[in-house]
C-alpha cells in the first residue's frame, strides 16, 4: 500500500482484509514518516518504508522486492510512480481516485480540488473509481466505479466525506476481487460488500 494521506483507505482495507486466508497488506510506503498512513500501519503492526523521493527507482524496486509485492495499492498517493516500476509491475499497481474517471483527473486533481471541480461543472453524480496505474496520472482503465449523489447545497467538504466514504468500500472489493483473481480485474461494485 503507498499513501501519502491520513490512510482512511489503508484501515478500511485492513478492516477487511483481517482474517483472509492469502491477502494481506505486506508494507505500507509513505513520502515521510510523519505521514497518518504510516502511523495507522504501525499501530496495525505493518511493516513502513519511507521513500522520501518519488522517483528513488532502487528504493521502490529494493521495497517492492523485499516484501515479495503482488500487488500495489496507492490511496492518496499524490506523486507519479517511477515509470520503471510501472513497467516492471505492469497491471498490478492500482489507485483510488475521489471522481468518476475519466472525469475530474490528471495532474493536480486531488483531495477538495475534484470536489470543487465536480460542483462547478454542476454534476449531479460523483463518486469513486479504482483504476489501472499507468506512465500518467488517472489514465489506466478503470476497474470499479462507486457513485454518489450530489445534494444542491454540498460543499467540497461535505462531497469529499460522502465520497469517502464509498471509497472505503470501493477499494476493499477491488483488492478483494484481485485477490481471488490473482490480478486485478474489472468489477461490479456491491453496496452491500465489505
Ligand atoms: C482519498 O480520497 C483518495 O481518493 C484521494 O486521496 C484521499 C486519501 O485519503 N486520492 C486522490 O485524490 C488521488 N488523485 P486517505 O489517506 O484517508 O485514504
Do not use: C
Not at 482512511?8 to 505500507?28: D, F, I, R, Y
Not at 515521510?32 to 522520501?52: C, F, K, M, Q, Y
Not at 490511496?75 to 516492471?88: F, N, S
Not at 466505479?145 to 476493499?172: C, F, I, M, N, Y
Amino acid at each position: 500500500m503507498v499513501a501519502s494521506g491520513r490512510g482512511s483507505n489503508l484501515k478500511s482495507l485492513l478492516n477487511a482484509l483481517e482474517g483472509h486466508p492469502t491477502a494481506q497488506v505486506a508494507v505500507v510506503i509513505g513520502h515521510s514518516a510523519g505521514v497518518g498512513a504510516l502511523g495507522i500501519a504501525r499501530s496495525h503492526l505493518v511493516p513502513t518504508v519511507v521513500i522520501a523521493e518519488s522517483n528513488d527507482l532502487k528504493a521502490w524496486l529494493a521495497t517492492l522486492g523485499a516484501f515479495k509485492i503482488d500487488l500495489v495499492v496507492l490511496a492518496g498517493y499524490l506523486k507519479l510512480v517511477p515509470p520503471e516500476v510501472v513497467e516492471a509491475y505492469r497491471g498490478r499497481i492500482i489507485n483510488i481516485h475521489p471522481a468518476l474517471l475519466p472525469k475530474h483527473g490528471g495532474r493536480g486533481m486531488y483531495g477538495d480540488r475534484v470536489h470543487r471541480a465536480v460542483l462547478d461543472a454542476r454534476d449531479t453524480i460523483s463518486g469513486a473509481t479504482v483504476h489501472l496505474v499507468t506512465e500518467d496520472y488517472d489514465q489506466g482503465s478503470t476497474l470499479g466505479q462507486a457513485t454518489v449523489p450530489v445534494l444542491t447545497d454540498d460543499t467540497p467538504e461535505s462531497l469529499a466525506k460522502r465520497v469517502l466514504g464509498v471509497e472505503h468500500r470501493l477499494l476493499p472489493q477491488a483488492v478483494l476481487h484481485a485477490a481471488r483473481e490473482g490480478h486485478p480485474v474489472p468489477f461490479e461494485f456491491m453496496e452491500n460488500g465489505p
